[in-house]
């Protein structure tokens, strides 16, 4: 179906970067996971490009381009075969710089904003903990203020882009009294490098070019200029900026189920089982029928959260109940389309498999399906 | 009230072996693979690798619940390669020899593999040929007091360390099921080679192979039974292979459950612990209802197959449940540990990634739909 959309600015963008992406990345991407690693000059060559921050403002490195732009690149992303790449640009891209743009001064952005936007910086966004995944007000980390510093003691985990990355955005609890309890969080630039900062790199299921960290501070010192905002203020950021990550994702799983069918169409065209090709069987057709059904009313209401969102809206009850179903969607595309690749859909070597695999995080990540009910039950008032 | 206290005494020695011998080792066997012959050289040791095989050949000689109590202990091993080697061994690629060899065949690869001397694979399944077995290409053409075979087979487990393969391969191009044989095939023999070692999904701590057979010339002392009943004798053995999953997914998936509630009775979400989650607490209890059904349409299976009566129909259903209620609990579980469950540190995301096979190993849920329907008359 074609959706009145995206105009042709968003379609020039689409083209330049399909072909960027099938150029410099999915060749690349089996070694990537090898390598658990990703290229310092890929992110170089996409900031050069354009591809990265052009929602901001020109004076640092962006072009001031709509949100709608972001869904071109999670879409194009999501179909370009390089799973853990495609998340940890978004991370970057959708889902911590975003705090600094919208939270930061002028020479706060100079410093890190633009950088990143260039891809000389790789940003992550520090929520998670150990004790405290979707209960966001339930953070442990301090950060104390002494002087012109704070002093930051604590613990983050799950955190993408955290173990290569330079720039962390990091969510502290800077008065531990407020009540309540989430009136007391707020964000702090912590750079890499810093005395006190290690990271431990965790292995996943899947994603694994992009590097996922579990980051220790121990009595960190930041200048009182890393505070991003007013402290305590951090709270309503996340939640707004909440609502991006979570259209992205849910973008990026719409598109990976489309990509998902496309290539499992492909085989059950080509695989023939008792005599025929399995697309010829009815409950194949069905299944097949079933996935495109799931992915395009999916898609049809993600786009009108898009659209909306891009002008300013509020639609967080939509957005929540779009995370989920999205999320939900995609893990049983990808299991459906393993069981009609047979034996195959479980070797590695196999798309799907990997996809499988790379998938199971969706429902957790950014919010997890039942988080997503908490706030659209909430949101019905109940 | 199905287990007497032989069986009790015959678990504990299991229990023991896995506690001691396997759990133990299964980190280090998923990053480098299970050493198989050292393993099953203790398991034949302790009479575990023939239970139901006749003592003429090394076997204890005893009756299907000793070999349930058996597969239901391996559901306590903290992951699913190695159980799955284990049960290529007893149930995949010997139960053919044992129905269907001659004296020679168990002489000289039924009591090895009991004893736990040589490792067997069973070679069915082939590039073009999955659940569509006769759909094979793999020939066998009878040469003297030879057959010499040519084709290949693929996602064989144990297939980098097996020292004899239960092979399937077609003996005539005529239409039909009874155009195949079924091989004992010893991977010394010239022309026989590992073409890959597949990477997987998950089931690291086992081996899954492509194999190649470049006029691979076999005694024609090895063939099973009659050169063309093969396929038949292949769906028989299948009722041996599939019936494993049941006792173990039961068992497994209850060990996940449990090891979930210990989870989520310490994890503070919002000030309390996520067992309170009331959608969290009925979802385990939908998972719990399913297991204890299964549990009983296992026992069924046994106590039909006690009796002697074809449990086809019951084992098809019974695999197809458990394949899926294993991915649902499996799934599910790692939903409850959050991000810890994405991460290969946890036990429950090699869960996650074991199970996603077994809805498409030894049968696809597909095919064992549509060996019901067939049953059922329609």
Redesign the interface.
Known sequence: MKYDVFNEEHEQFRVQLRRFLADRVTPHAAEWERNRQIPRQIWQEMGQLGFLGFCYDPAYGGVGADDLFRVVMSEEMARCSAGGFGVAVCAHNDMSTTYIDLLGTHEQKLRWLKPCTAGEKVCAIAV?EP?A???VA?IATRAERKGDHYVIEGQK??ITNGYYGDILVTAVKTDTKAVPPHKGISLIVVEKGMKGVTARK?????GHASDTAEIFFDQVEVPVEHLLGAEGQAFYAIMKNFQLERLVATILAVSFAQHILELTMDHAKQR????KPIAK?Q??RHKLAEMATAIELNRALSYQCAVQYAKGEDVTKEISMLKYASAEMV?RVA?DA??LF??Y?????YEV??L??DL??V???GG???IM?DIVGRLMGL | MYFNETHEAFRASVKRFVDREINPNMEAWEAEGVPLHELFRKMGDLGFLGIRYDPRWGGQGLDYWFETVFIEELGHVWGWGLPVAIMVQTNMATPAIDMFGSDFLKERYLKPAIAGEKVAAIAV?EP?????V??LSTRAVRDGDAYVINGSK??ITNGCQADFLTLLARTSNDPGHHSYGLFVVPTDLHGFSVSKK?????LRSSDTAELFFDNVRVPAVNLIGNEREGFIYQMQQFQHERFTILPITYIACRDIIDMTVTYIKQR????KPLST?Q??RHRLVEWLAEIESLRHLTYHVVRMKTAGLDATREISMGKLLAAQLL?KVA?GC??MF??M?????TLI?RH??DT??M???GG???VM?DIVARMEGF
Do not use: C, H, P
């Open positions: 998670s004790g995944g979707s209960d339930g985990t799950f965790l292995e996943k299921i899947g023939v089982a008792f005599g069987f409950a194949v893990n299991y393993t069981q047979g034996g859909g479980y070797m590695a070597e498999a990997r499988y695999a199971r995080a429902t957790i990540a997890t399906t039942e009910k | 399944t073009g040929a999955g659940s569509d006769a759909a693929t996602f597949l990477d997987k999904v998950g503070i979400v919002f000030g989650k959608v969290l991915n799934s790692l939903q959050g991000g469950g994405f991460m290969n540190e995301s996650f990634r996603r096979v809805s498409i190993a696809a849920d597909e739909k």
